[in-house]
């Protein structure tokens, strides 16, 4: 995601999907394991949430290439 992209949700914790049955996100103090249907469904949501902000493919490398660009070494 460009970094001045306005986002729908703050970005919180990470998370990753598995599969339709775990999802496994972290919190300050322990690793979450999530295997129920309403809470995976949420995580799709915000997943797909964050996906409508992004961009892919040559528009995604030239965010890469100014951000590398933009620090110096």
Same mark, same amino acid.
């Given at each position: 995601?460009?970094?001045? @992209?306005?986002?729908?949700?703050?970005?919180?914790?990470?998370? %990753? /999907?598995?599969?339709?049955?775990?999802?496994?996100?972290?919190? %300050?103090?322990? *690793?979450? %394991?999530?295997?129920?249907? *309403?809470? /995976?469904?949420? =995580?799709?949501?915000? %997943?797909? @949430?964050?996906?409508?902000?992004?961009? =892919?493919?040559?528009?995604?490398?030239?965010? /890469?290439?100014?951000?590398?660009?933009?620090?110096?070494?």
């Amino acid at each position: 995601m460009p970094l001045d @992209t306005a986002l729908r949700l703050v970005p919180g914790n990470p998370f %990753w /999907i598995l599969d339709a049955r775990l999802v496994v996100t972290e919190d %300050w103090h322990a *690793e979450l %394991w999530l295997d129920d249907a *309403e809470t /995976i469904a949420l =995580y799709h949501r915000v %997943w797909d @949430t964050f996906a409508e902000a992004a961009v =892919y493919g040559p528009d995604a490398q030239q965010v /890469i290439a100014r951000v590398r660009r933009s620090i110096k070494v």
